[in-house]
T-cell receptor
Framework: SAVISQKPSRDICQRGTSLTIQCQVDSQVTMMFWYRQQPGQSLTLIATANQGSEATYESGFVIDKFPISRPNLTFSTLTVSNMSPEDSSIYLC???????????????FGSGTRLTVV | SQQGEEDPQALSIQEGENATMNCSYKTSINNLQWYRQNSGRGLVHLILIRSNEREKHSGRLRVTLDTSKKSSSLLITASRAADTASYFCATTGGSQGNLIFGKGTKLSVKP
């Protein structure tokens, strides 16, 4: 199965600044997904990143606020720009690794970035 | 947007007891998956059940699927303190091939 290294694991940032989150996958994958999880809530898709093309954003998320890079098939970054306290959330990357186990295949997730904006 | 609802939102049990969590979804599916999240960290895939399956087991986990009711349940038998986590159901219903998650159940297992 794919393994994702996500950095940083947590950060406390001042409002108005930006934070870039990195995800490195140990194998080549076509699509990478970025999710936001607000405190006590479920996961919401921010955007899907394909190598060599613009990311596809979900309703309510815009490129100016959440620019994404996908320079190759193993790496992606998500930047949270001009942060406000409302951006305090856990941000996760994920790939459809389609690994097979006895329990069926699934998606692989990074360990998450816990962002607090003060 | 969330695929559906999970209940209960929170569940507190004693070690050794069974824990049952339910999930409902809105659209037709190819499969339904369950994930665990420890302390707001990354998600770990637990089990997948296909739309033509009614029940599936993996260790202490038992998942059922009722496509006529658009619902699924996750049973954890003989729970342990280490099972304390949030549990989410998810379907591959997103337009980008992404997962769509339920709201989750926060399970607390007391030793």
């Amino acid at each position: 199965s794919a393994v994702i290294s996500q950095k940083p694991s947590r950060d406390i940032c001042q409002r108005g600044t930006s934070l870039t989150i990195q995800c490195q996958v140990d194998s080549q994958v076509t699509m990478m997904f970025w999710y936001r999880q607000q405190p006590g809530q479920s996961l919401t898709l921010i955007a899907t990143a394909n190598q060599g093309s613009e990311a596809t954003y979900e309703s309510g998320f815009v490129i100016d606020k959440f620019p994404i890079s996908r320079p190759n098939l193993t790496f992606s970054t998500l930047t949270v720009s001009n942060m406000s306290p409302e951006d305090s959330s856990i941000y996760l990357c994920s790939v459809d690794a389609r690994f097979r186990t006895g329990a069926g295949y699934g998606y692989t997730f990074g360990s998450g970035t816990r962002l607090t904006v003060v | 947007s969330q695929q559906g609802e999970e209940d209960p939102q929170a569940l507190s049990i004693q070690e050794g007891e069974n824990a049952t969590m339910n999930c409902s979804y809105k659209t037709s599916i190819n499969n339904l998956q369950w994930y665990r999240q420890n302390s707001g960290r990354g998600l770990v895939h637990l089990i997948l059940i296909r739309s033509n399956e009614r029940e599936k087991h993996s260790g202490r986990l038992r998942v059922t699927l009722d496509t006529s009711k658009k619902s699924s349940s996750l049973l954890i038998t003989a729970s342990r303190a280490a099972d304390t986590a949030s549990y989410f159901c998810a379907t591959t219903g997103g337009s980008q091939g992404n997962l769509i998650f339920g709201k989750g159940t926060k399970l607390s297992v007391k030793p």
